[in-house]
């Protein structure tokens, strides 16, 4: 077990290093290009993103998790691998390029034709990169990600700003996410090569093939739960309000990312080594969930009642109609955290199969709330409310399955977890409801107060319930 928790201590230092320092440029950015582009700009991006995700799920068909999980893949099996996810890559490329045209004329925008086709760049050094990614996590090198993250984020957000300066608009969008994905591209060409085959053999897909069926099936599915709100405020509503719920959708997002996603590619990689013994996958992941409910709880009240001050400090105030989305949104992120882990440890235990069965289930939940929103209320506000109400349904019965069928554990200890942070968050919700009637201070000020005094609370309830011992912990790192 120490070697596991060695393990999974320096793949989160280093996941935390890329995730971390890449959040402030991030943050930095996002806040310039708001000011420089319009929500309708947002919006094209958008419709083009949700496309593009969906052709990518091909591209990957669930390969990399296989490769991860599996132990038995010689030289020759991952060349050929790499090979086959050229082929695809480059098949779908040309696909969405030629799709562009039919795109832009569903959804009435001239701007997406060309939109998609510089995207379709992305698509193709996405699958490109596949193979060397998954890798990269199966060797857990960790630190070679966090370093090449760090700098290719640099500097293609510098040139999204300059080219948004200089009056490029929505195209300035587009150059982090291209350059990207080339630049990933060539740091895998240079350091960790994988090598195209002359005479490509199926035997190698074969052998991953059972593992990464069921784990396409499940992205496919979980596709549309993840963006199909997207496409239809698009189509039915404006491209505007797409921009004014993707946007709110993206902060409410960035903790979360930054949070969980230095969590998520270590746990498949490490919890694997447990897989014969999925009751000890629990009792780990059980932490796990500890951490992350502590963290995501008082977070998600935080930001639900300060969506007014955040929202006009990182946009300005032309994005004040994502005000009431973001709020809204903001009360689903302790639970979206959490379930974000849960594909991973579905993996580690091996049960894609499992997995595949439960986002069936869930993505019908999601899918049938947003068509029940757009269609009797028809507001980005009623679509941000039927995503909190399935997340809410799809949480309980994701883990019950999978701590009753998949780990054969005490789901009961799972929902102790959530006792403490979720009456943390009932308390946080009062004093910062007393603070937004009686505080009239500017809006920084506004921000920093109601940020302190959740801070506080949170820190005084952790250390008295003794969910944590904080003054131990720094103690110790002073001595």
């Known amino acids: 077990m120490s070697s596991i928790k060695h393990e999974m201590l320096h793949g989160v230092f280093w996941s935390a290093i890329e995730k971390y320092s890449g959040l402030v440029v991030s943050l930095v950015v996002s806040m310039i290009l708001a000011r420089l582009l319009s929500p309708d700009e947002y919006g094209v991006v958008a419709i083009a993103t949700v496309f593009t995700q969906f052709l990518s799920m091909f591209c990957t068909m669930g390969i990399a998790p296989a490769i991860i999980h599996r132990d038995d893949l010689d030289e020759r099996d991952l060349d050929s691998i790499y090979t086959f996810s050229l082929i695809i890559g480059g098949f779908l490329s040309v696909l969405f390029f030629v799709l562009s045209w039919p795109i832009s004329y569903l959804y009435e925008n001239g701007q997406l034709t060309s939109v998609c086709q510089i995207l379709s760049i992305q698509l193709f050094f996405s699958a490109a990169n596949m193979v060397p990614n998954a890798l990269m996590n199966k060797n857990r090198r960790f630190k070679e990600i966090a370093k090449r993250t760090l700098l290719l984020q640099l500097n293609s957000c510098t040139l999204a700003i300059v080219a948004a300066f200089g009056g490029m608009g929505v195209y300035s ?197 947003f068509f029940i929103a757009a269609m009797v209320y028809g507001t980005i506000e009623s679509m941000a409310w039927a995503w909190n109400i399935t997340l809410f349904v799809n949480f309980g019965l994701t883990y019950f399955t999978l701590y009753h069928r998949t780990l054969n554990y005490n789901f009961g200890r799972f929902l102790k977890e959530l006792f403490n942070p979720l009456i943390l968050s009932l308390i946080l919700s009062l004093f910062l409801f007393v603070l937004n009637i009686q505080i009239q201070i500017p809006l920084l000020w506004s921000a920093v107060v109601k940020i302190g005094v959740s801070f506080l609370i949170s820190v005084l309830y952790i250390q008295l319930t003794g969910r944590y011992n904080l003054l131990k912990s720094i103690t110790r790192k002073n001595n």
């Open 173 to 369: 969008l587009l150059i982090s996410p291209v350059l990207t994905s080339i630049g990933i591209f060539l740091f895998n060409k240079k350091y960790y090569k994988v090598h195209v085959c002359k005479n490509i053999t199926f035997e190698p897909l074969k052998k991953v093939f059972s593992f990464a069926a069921y784990e396409f099936l499940f992205e496919f599915v979980n596709y549309f739960s993840r963006n199909l709100d997207k496409l239809i405020i698009g189509k039915y509503m404006s491209v505007a309000e797409l921009g004014y719920y993707e946007k709110s959708y993206r902060l409410m997002q960035l903790p979360m990312n930054n949070v969980t996603a230095v969590v998520n590619p270590i746990l498949q990689p490490v919890l694997s080594n447990l897989k014969e013994d999925p009751r000890n996958i629990a009792i780990e992941y059980n932490k796990i969930v500890r951490l992350l409910s502590t963290i995501s709880f008082p977070l998600g009240v935080m930001l639900s009642l300060c969506a007014t001050e955040l929202i006009r400090i990182f946009y300005g105030d032309n994005w004040d109609l994502a005000i009431p989305t973001f709020s809204i949104l903001s009360l689903s992120l302790p639970l979206q955290m959490i379930q974000s882990t849960s594909g991973s440890i579905f993996l580690a235990a091996g049960d894609a199969k499992g997995q595949f069965w439960v986002g069936i289930r869930n993505t019908l939940t999601t899918v049938s709330g």
